[in-house]
């Protein structure tokens, strides 16, 4: 019997090779990148793959892959977000502080990331009502929020995160880690959300082409808003989890989030506006950075070598997203 | 004296030839077999209906475009024209319908875009000036040259492209539709120049639908339908009707007969819509079955003039009356409330999202309709976009399909689509048939006239003249920002509107204002 299907058998992974091969150029970059890293790992640190240090990974790829899923959100709608690390300083000024001392737990985490959407509200303000451009307005209020917070927290000692916040930052249910379960639960629904509702058919259709969508009567300017008001959130909710996970103050968290915020938009395999590829390669995103980090870390890397090899990936993934955006 | 110049002609080399090239995007073949060529010193029209393959046959003379089939000769040498930057080297100039001079700069920066002289590795801006004086001088165009490109009139900017062309060298000059924008007067200055650039041996292509011009200034003409040649003839030996005839063949589904208009209730009143700068005292009607053509030239404002209407552009003075309520539409939002479509210009840059699906397009204007508490749904969209792929037979591999993938003529039908949907009782449409072929062309505006018929009011803007003519009961004529006339179609032709439009013709009264349903 497998005489008599040679023939069919082979002209059919001929050709299902050839879909492979599409199919493979159309998988968002960070799959590749977490291929290479198991390699690498098994070769040099086989101890990291182990499952405990799978969620050590996974527990410190949360707060970035919020922080990845609030950029994705906006750059859906050809939008940008730059304030994302002056919101993560905000945040962690207002979990360590004293400000909400004393609070109910659920308080202690809603205000903060109330706070944040207002945030996102301003600049949703600007971009969608002003029309004043994404980057430059963002950019300025990530430096606003930063002075602030340095302004507030001046000639103070460090304060330390509630219990509440430190076990959602370093707490697990089992063995998986609390933070990752917040994280991959939200970006899930957000996703869910995004494919079934209404709103999310008005951001895919301005991020396709915001003139036209505007010429068919899409609400471009509230839609526009309401996304600068839920990618805040999505940040701000990022922003507690790693002042949780790190429970104390600091002023130096969160600079460089903005970067990993758009590499991962980038590892992920989306590109502005392309708003069709699905959260899957972001949340591979956020995991494939923070295991590059532990692999550096394990090898004893020094921070200089750490933000070059990081940079190394994001050119490789933005040259992989470019042939496959060719392609397609 | 033509039939000499074509003897003439005939025993020159061509300057650039097409050999049997076919053309496909895709599965979509446009071009099959093609022969043509300019020879020098002569000025060959390349005829046809929208669609029928002339813009394709100049995309590959200029390197836009790679035949799929078939060779390109230049000089009688096989030629491969990768880029239109080849195309100049070797001496081929090109002027799009679409004037593609940038505003803001002057007239001599963009003459010699990036081939600015220099001096010490600076722009030598004395020289630059001069050069650009000279080159113009030579057409008999007096314009400064260090004007700004959008202060000039639409005329002077066609010259200033043509000679943007020919300053590079050009021995064959590829017009693209160059008298679409300009007055009688101003076609006459350009055709005194395009046969000077004929006694200098200058072969020109010019592309045209334009009958009576082609036939004053061609020396050969070929006739392109469907993609194909249909014939090669020197103008001395054909005629307007064996062309027109040719060109539209005998599958021609033929025009659209408009049934009897018996006159509904006003829908749609416009009295004295100003806004400075763009339109002024813009007054007519539409009523409910009636078909109302805004005809007017490139620059006329008529766009301006429809976007204010819906909510998307200024008025400072004047009222719209809807139902006969006193309106504003803040946005376009509130008039598809109220119940206006408005179907815009450009299908690829504002109609349609080129990377979503067919369904995705065609329900974009109508979310509402297809969701229920804030969440899509799957089956009434699919549902949805079956019925209109059937109802205005769009050829597609199925309702998934991108809308990029499909040809011109069905993107435009299921842009129109995506609005006849909403069922609005007023529909304006800018440009319905722009660049579609004749089938599709047949079915918008069978579709048009069904939804006329069922007590739409649609008003048309249109540069297709014939077509308003056609599709029309009044047919309302502007000219920069003015409202020329206000004419019963059936009274209309061709070079009536043309006279108006160009703003030659000055209407001995006023534009009424009256209510015109006394047209039967």
Redesign the interface.
Known sequence: MANTMTTPATAERQSSLARLGTALLKLPPSIFVIVCLVVVSLALVPVLTKLPFQMVILRQAAPVGLVICAQLLVMRANSIDLSVGGVFILMNYLVTSSVLHGLPDGLVLVLPVLVAMVIGAINGFFVAVLRSSSVVVTLAMGSVLMGFVLLLSSGRPPGSAGDFIKWLGVGKIGIVPIAAIIWLTATLALEVYLR???????V??IG??T?????????VAKTLFTTHVLSAGFAGLGGVLLAGYIGMGSVKIGTDIVMTSIAGVILGGITFG?G?KSIIGAILAAYALAYVFNIMTALKFGEPAKLIVQGMIIFAASVVASVSNRKT | MFSAMTKRNAEKEPLLQLDGVGKSFGHNTVLNGIDFDVRPGEIHALCGENGAGKSTCLGLLYGLHQPSTGRILCNGNETRIESTSRAQSLGIGCVFQELSLAGALNVAENIYAGRAPTRFGVVDWPELRRRATALLAEFGLDIDVSRPVDRLPISSRQIVEIAKALSLNSRVLLLDEPTSALAPDEVDALFEILRALTRKGIGIVYVSHHMAEIFRIADRITVLRDGRCISTMAASETSKEQVVAEMIGAAHPGDVSRAGYVGGKEVLRVSNLTNPGDFEDISFTVDAGEIVGMAGLMGARRSEIVRSIVG?GRVTSGKILFHGANVTFAS??RA?RAGVG?V?EERK????????SLS?NLI??S??EH?TA???RAKSIKRAAQTAVEAFSVKTNGVSENVGDLSGGNQQKIMLA?WLKRAPALLIVEEPTKGVDVGAKFQIHTELLRCAAEGMAILVVSSDFPEMVSLCTRILVVHEGRLMGDLDAAEATEDTLLQMAAGTVRPTTRPCHTNQSGIA
Do not use: C, H
């Open positions: 079934r509702s209404v709103y999310g058919r008005f895919r259709v396709s082409n003139n036209a969508a505007a010429l068919s009567g899409i609400p392309k069709q | 998307l376009l939002r598809m408005f815009p840059t504002e109609g349609l999202f080129l990377e979503q995705d974009a204007a979310l509402s969701s804030g969440l899509m995506k």
